[in-house]
């Protein structure tokens, strides 16, 4: 059996944190790892092979068995429902998804447009509100769209609500909060079940430290 295990992150704040849970649940992961530009990382002493990833593509490669574990956030996971098993929260990177948009701006009267990075999830919270829209999609900066008149809303993620406020823009509503998970190919889980149990044990181990810390 391969015990060599692969694990896909994405790069930015979400990797440096969970690195930093790894560390402290006791794989030596070296600190100039934080710092590498390379794709793909081997770090033999803890015989753990890296996927340095999109956020959104941390849970193609999962799914598609190319990692066996995956560190993405919940926000990927709503948005992309791959099949995959979600194993953990490790409370880190926390932010939420939220309505945003010009203040005191009035709405179309007829499917007033929304832009998002989040199409699947702008969409069934809409429906969810009994409220038709036109899904406009996004890539980056999403913040653009009510100030040159591409939409009239945006969803997307907030964290201090500093980058909205910089904008003009003001929180409307509040979707969803977000946390960064643990997602495991299910095949992967069938031939590594051990080793990746014991990842979750150890991880899990220092988040409840985290939390009780607090």
Do not use: W
């Not at 409220?131 to 809303?153: C, M, W």
């Amino acid at each position: 059996m391969n015990s060599v295990l692969t694990i896909a992150m994405p790069k930015g704040r979400i990797f440096e944190e969970a690195a930093e849970l790894l560390r402290r649940a006791g794989y030596p992961l070296p600190h100039e790892f934080d710092e590498s530009r390379k794709l793909i990382l081997f770090i033999e002493e803890a015989n753990m092979k890296f996927i340095l990833a999109k956020p959104m593509d941390v849970v193609t490669y999962v799914e598609h068995g190319v990692a066996d574990v995956g560190i993405a956030g919940k926000d990927v996971m709503l948005e992309e429902e791959r099949d995959v098993y979600e194993v953990l929260d490790l409370n880190i990177s926390q932010c939420y998804l939220a309505v945003a948009g010009l203040p005191n701006a009035k709405l179309q009267d007829v499917a007033p447009k929304v832009a998002t990075k989040y199409p699947n999830v702008a969409s069934g919270y809409f429906r969810e509100q009994g409220e038709q829209v036109e899904i406009i999609k996004l890539n980056g900066s999403i913040e653009l769209a009510p100030l040159i008149g591409l939409a009239d809303r945006i969803v997307d993620i907030v964290s201090s609500g500093q980058t909205l406020k910089e904008n003009g823009l003001v929180e409307l509503e509040r979707i969803v909060d977000i946390t960064t998970r643990v997602i495991v190919n299910p095949v992967s889980y069938r031939v590594k079940h051990e080793i990746i149990d014991d990842l979750v044990e150890r991880l899990s181990e220092v988040v409840t430290r985290g939390e009780g810390e607090q």
